[in-house]
C-alpha cells in the first residue's frame, strides 16, 4: 500500500529553522514529482516546493532563498530544509508524490502524506 509518512515538524521560534522528511513506502516503480504544500487555517492548501526525479526544484516566491527542497531517490526521500523561519510560514505541512506508479505499464496516481505542523512563534 503506497504511503507518505513525514516526519520533522514542531514549535520554533522566528529566524530558526527545521527540517521536515518524507518517505515514500509501498510498491515503488517511480514517482515522476516530489514536493510540500501547506495549508494555514482559513486559507487554501498552497505549493511551497516541488522536486521532479531529475532533481529539477520549483519553490513559491514567498520561501525562495529560505526553503531547499532536495530528495533522495534511493530512498525515495524528499526533504525540505528550512531556513529564517517566520510566524507566517506556519501551518500544517503535507507531502505530495505526484505520477506515482506501481510498474512500468501502471497508471501513474497522486499520493498525500498526513501532515506535519509548523509553528513559528514571534
Known amino acids: 500500500q503506497a504511503q507518505l509518512v513525514e516526519s520533522g515538524g514542531g514549535l520554533v521560534q522566528a529566524g530558526g529553522s527545521l527540517r521536515l522528511s518524507c518517505a515514500a513506502s509501498g510498491r515503488i516503480f517511480s514517482i515522476k514529482d516530489m514536493g510540500w504544500y501547506r495549508q494555514a487555517p482559513g486559507k487554501q492548501r498552497e505549493l511551497v516546493a516541488a522536486?521532479?526525479?531529475?532533481?529539477?526544484?520549483n519553490y513559491a516566491d514567498s520561501v525562495k532563498g529560505r526553503f531547499t527542497i532536495s530528495r533522495d531517490n534511493a530512498k525515495n526521500t524528499v526533504y525540505l530544509h528550512m531556513n529564517s523561519l517566520k510566524p507566517e510560514d506556519t501551518a500544517a505541512y503535507y507531502c505530495n508524490a505526484n505520477n506515482w506508479k506501481t510498474t512500468a505499464w501502471g497508471i501513474p496516481r497522486d499520493y498525500w502524506g498526513q501532515g506535519t505542523q509548523v509553528t513559528v512563534s514571534s
Open positions: 522536486i521532479t526525479s531529475g532533481g529539477v526544484t
